[in-house]
């Protein structure tokens, strides 16, 4: 499954809204269960990835609330609502409906 | 809570063997709650899954990326709470930060309505360690 985010980089205003989208080449709804098997992560610098949304609108615990996740199918998208300093890194979307597990090409989200 | 730590050799010769070893913390690698992945990102690069080992009292198995299949040995030793890679015949192309991750699980049931269990997203994550290819 292939994963491609838009856009590749994105400057935002801080306390302005900020939304990357993420979209697979089939779809990531399981019918028996109804889950969209998709999942974000926030990368920093000379960090790993932290686990931002999983089921592709579940917040992780201690994750502020200004991230939310959304989308069904083949669209999806990650938006903060008022971008913070600290919110400066690289996102990425990552599908987990099947193997090979494949990531989005990520978007370096960087202060205007 | 469970903490990953990769460990080896940040420099290998082309055409070796890469070998990485993750050490497993505040949980057992047999538990069967996680499947252990490796993972790694080119410097400057996105992320590309190596492969994973699923490791429980029951049973074990690994399941790789198809476009490193033929090269990747993903092991586990439970003596050391350790997950291992070995990456046969390395190029440049290789030089990477490698992670290591574990994956939790949950079950559903599939459209003949037999109960499966599949992994979770990549949680938690060790630091990551680089290793370069050169001679």
């Known amino acids: 499954i292939v994963m491609t985010q838009s856009p590749d980089s994105l400057a935002v205003s801080l306390g302005e809204m900020a939304t990357i989208n993420c979209k697979s080449s089939?779809?990531?709804?399981?019918?028996?269960?109804?889950?969209?098997?998709l999942t974000w992560y926030q990368q920093k610098p000379g960090q790993p990835p932290k686990l931002l949304i999983s089921?592709?609108?579940a917040r992780e615990s201690g994750v502020p609330d200004r991230f939310s996740g959304s989308g069904s199918g083949t669209d999806f998208t990650l938006t903060i609502s008022s971008l913070q300093a600290e919110d400066v890194a690289v996102y990425y979307c990552?599908?987990?409906?099947?193997?090979?597990?494949?990531f989005g090409q990520g978007t370096k989200l960087e202060i205007k | 809570q469970v903490q990953l730590q990769e460990s080896g050799p940040g420099l290998v010769t082309p055409s070796e063997t890469l070998s990485l070893t993750c050490t497993v913390s505040?949980?057992?690698?047999?538990?069967?709650?996680?499947?252990w992945s490796w993972l790694r990102q080119p410097p400057g690069k996105g992320l590309e899954w190596i492969g994973y080992?699923?490791?429980?009292?029951?049973?074990?198995?690994?399941t790789y990326n198809p476009s490193l299949k033929s090269r990747v040995t993903i092991s586990v030793d439970t003596s050391r709470n350790q997950f291992s890679l070995n990456l046969s015949s390395v190029t440049a192309a290789d030089t990477a930060v490698y992670h290591c991750?574990?994956?939790?699980?949950?079950?559903?049931?599939?459209?003949?309505?037999?109960?499966?269990?599949?992994?979770?997203?990549?949680?938690?994550w060790g630091q990551g360690t680089l290793v370069t290819v050169s001679s």
């Open positions: 991750a574990g994956s939790g699980s949950h079950s559903y049931f599939d459209t003949n309505g037999h109960k499966r269990l599949s992994f979770n997203w990549f949680d938690p």
């Open positions: 505040g949980g057992s690698v047999r538990s069967g709650t996680y499947y």
């Open positions: 080992i699923y490791d429980s009292v029951s049973t074990n198995y690994t």
């Open positions: 089939q779809s990531l709804l399981y019918s028996t269960n109804n889950k969209n098997y």
């Open positions: 089921w592709a609108s």
């Open positions: 990552q599908q987990y409906y099947s193997t090979p597990l494949t």
